[in-house]
């Protein structure tokens, strides 16, 4: 039997879909792909060009280097996909350097909506007119480039399906994850309790006390300062954020000011 769709779509336009494969198999998450929580259809756009060379680029006006990506094939694959999503208002996302950065606000975002159509960008980029009548928002990874966009949906896709209801072995598990919160997350320990690396050659190291008192009170708080210390050395613009968005309480503050700041 089919699983019951969630409702939650994903259309990706790529030149290469076989990239999406191995990840909705694999891992964790593909228990939101398999039980369709999050339903991801694959569109080559190869199979929208219009000559038996299957061609999706051309030249740059002005010359340059590379190649641009065409906006005839591409008008039809996102007219199909349109109408496969009986022309629902799922945003077109375009994965691009110039766009803004994804974060967890917008994972977020993702994962309460009904999905959007994500297209994946490769050579030189795409034709702008194409961009400029279609495109509904650009996201971007970071401050580097990528061969193609295929690796910025995949990233998406897998912080939006973590999100979905059964995915994750523990429910609460992302609720304690970095950016869940404003902050980032706190050092996590296991077993052994006293360790020396391999073959024992160097000074053993413990885990923190607190952890093994089993006192939950002194746990949580030691994990909250721990992640305010953490995010105060490494994303001050975080904790920033979180002050400005009222996330941080008053022991909090004390807690900076003593230890931090």
């Given at each position: 039997?089919?699983?019951?769709?969630?409702?939650?779509?994903?259309?990706?336009?790529?030149?290469?879909?076989?990239?999406?494969?191995?990840?909705?198999?694999?891992?964790?998450?593909?228990?939101?792909?398999?039980?369709?929580?999050?339903?991801?259809?694959?569109?080559?756009?190869?199979?929208?060009?219009?000559?038996?060379?299957?061609?999706?680029d051309?030249?740059?006006?002005?010359?340059?280097?590379?190649?641009?990506?065409?906006?005839?094939?591409?008008?039809?694959?996102?007219?199909?996909?349109?109408?496969?999503?009986?022309?629902?208002?799922?945003?077109?996302?375009?994965?691009?350097?110039?766009?803004?950065?994804?974060?967890?606000?917008?994972?977020?975002?993702?994962?309460?909506?009904?999905?959007?159509?994500?297209?994946?960008?490769?050579?030189?980029?795409?034709?702008?007119?194409?961009?400029?009548?279609?495109?509904?928002?650009?996201?971007?990874?970071?401050?580097?480039?990528?061969?193609?966009?295929?690796?910025?949906?995949?990233?998406?896709?897998?912080?939006?399906?973590?999100?979905?209801?059964?995915?994750?072995?523990?429910?609460?598990?992302?609720?304690?994850?970095s950016?869940?919160?404003?902050?980032?997350?706190?050092?996590?320990?296991?077993?052994?309790?006293?360790?020396?690396?391999?073959?024992?050659?160097?000074?053993?190291?413990?885990?923190?006390?607190?952890?093994?008192?089993g006192d939950?009170?002194?746990?949580?708080?030691?994990?909250?300062?721990?992640?305010?210390?953490?995010?105060?050395k490494?994303?001050?613009?975080?904790?920033?954020?979180?002050?400005?968005?009222?996330?941080?309480?008053?022991?909090?503050?004390?807690?900076?000011?003593?230890?931090?700041?």
């Amino acid at each position: 039997m089919k699983p019951e769709a969630h409702g939650l779509r994903f259309d990706v336009i790529t030149l290469f879909p076989e990239l999406f494969v191995p990840h909705l198999t694999q891992g964790v998450t593909r228990r939101a792909f398999q039980a369709g929580r999050v339903d991801v259809k694959l569109w080559p756009l190869r199979d929208f060009a219009d000559d038996k060379h299957r061609r999706v680029d051309d030249r740059p006006y002005g010359g340059g280097p590379g190649m641009v990506m065409l906006t005839e094939p591409l008008e039809r694959a996102l007219a199909c996909v349109r109408e496969g999503r009986s022309n629902d208002a799922a945003p077109l996302v375009y994965f691009s350097p110039t766009g803004q950065p994804l974060d967890q606000r917008t994972v977020k975002m993702f994962a309460a909506g009904n999905g959007a159509v994500l297209l994946c960008g490769r050579y030189e980029g795409i034709d702008q007119r194409f961009l400029d009548r279609h495109v509904d928002l650009e996201l971007s990874l970071g401050d580097f480039v990528l061969s193609g966009g295929e690796l910025a949906a995949l990233a998406l896709l897998d912080a939006v399906a973590r999100l979905q209801p059964g995915v994750l072995g523990n429910s609460r598990s992302h609720q304690q994850d970095s950016f869940s919160n404003g902050l980032l997350d706190c050092p996590h320990y296991s077993r052994p309790e006293h360790w020396a690396g391999a073959g024992g050659e160097m000074k053993a190291s413990s885990v923190p006390e607190v952890l093994t008192s089993g006192d939950h009170g002194r746990i949580e708080r030691w994990r909250r300062h721990r992640s305010l210390e953490l995010t105060a050395k490494r994303r001050p613009d975080l904790i920033i954020a979180a002050r400005v968005a009222g996330q941080l309480t008053l022991e909090d503050e004390q807690f900076l000011s003593s230890n931090v700041e």
